[in-house]
């Protein structure tokens, strides 16, 4: 099956900083890549929409200016947490659809914790 | 908004079989995913649902009903590894939302 990598898997930051995660489709071209937030014991939570060659497109109550989020190429995908706060802390796990069929192809998540 | 409902959590016996229900409200329908997550790792896809009716997936199946805006994630013959969280995530045209997940804990 398609597979999307997702780097790093766990990162840990002083608050305050920003950190880059990045999230790749290895074996096929992605248009679209979504990124979501899971909190312990959660579900996940849409955050955005990522779109080649435009601007991702966010969901009600996430600020755009705090998760950065640039889909340079159709393969790459990079959410960035700007000026980071232990509230941030979170997994992070990006998903790309495979066209024609609908179906979502999950990373392997970013665990960042911030201090 | 978007509305997506599961129970919390389940428990079931090994070799059992287990239902999971999943109802949903949402502003558009292409199709309901059925994932499996085990606690820090992400999920990984178990079923797809687009017309009504029941997809038979080995020990897995899931069912679905657009006018009741209802499916359920069936779950034979119940094994150990089994016990997960199953997330059930609605594809509103290519935008995807879940449910909090329905944790199934399967005992001995």
């Known amino acids: 099956g398609a597979v999307v990598s997702q780097h790093p898997s766990r990162v840990i930051c002083k608050s305050g900083t920003s950190v880059k995660i990045e999230c790749r489709s290895l074996?096929?071209?992605?248009?679209?890549m979504f990124w979501y937030r899971q909190f312990p014991k959660q579900s996940l939570m849409l955050m955005a929409t990522?779109?080649?060659?435009?601007?991702?497109?966010?969901e009600q109550g996430v600020e755009k200016d705090k998760f950065l989020i640039n889909h340079a190429s159709l393969t790459l995908s990079t959410l960035t947490v700007t000026s980071a706060h232990p509230e941030d802390s979170s997994f992070y796990i990006c998903s790309a659809s495979l066209v024609g069929t609908g179906e979502l192809f999950f990373g392997e998540g970013s665990r960042l914790t911030v201090l | 908004g978007q509305n997506i409902d599961q129970p919390t959590e389940m428990t079931a016996t090994e070799g059992a079989i287990v239902q999971i229900n999943c109802t949903y409200q949402?502003?558009?329908?292409?199709?309901l995913f059925w994932y499996q997550q085990h606690a820090g790792e992400a999920p990984t896809f178990l079923s797809y649902n687009v017309l009504d009716g029941l997809e038979e997936k080995g020990r897995f199946s899931s069912f679905l009903s657009r006018s009741k805006g209802y499916s359920y994630l069936l779950l034979k013959e119940l094994q150990m590894k089994d016990s997960a969280s199953y997330l059930c995530a609605v594809d509103n045209f290519n935008k995807f939302y879940f449910g909090s997940g329905t944790k199934l804990n399967v005992k001995p």
């Open positions: 990522s779109n080649e060659g435009s601007k991702a497109t966010y």
């Open positions: 949402t502003s558009g329908f292409n199709g």
């Open positions: 074996d096929f071209q992605a248009t679209t």
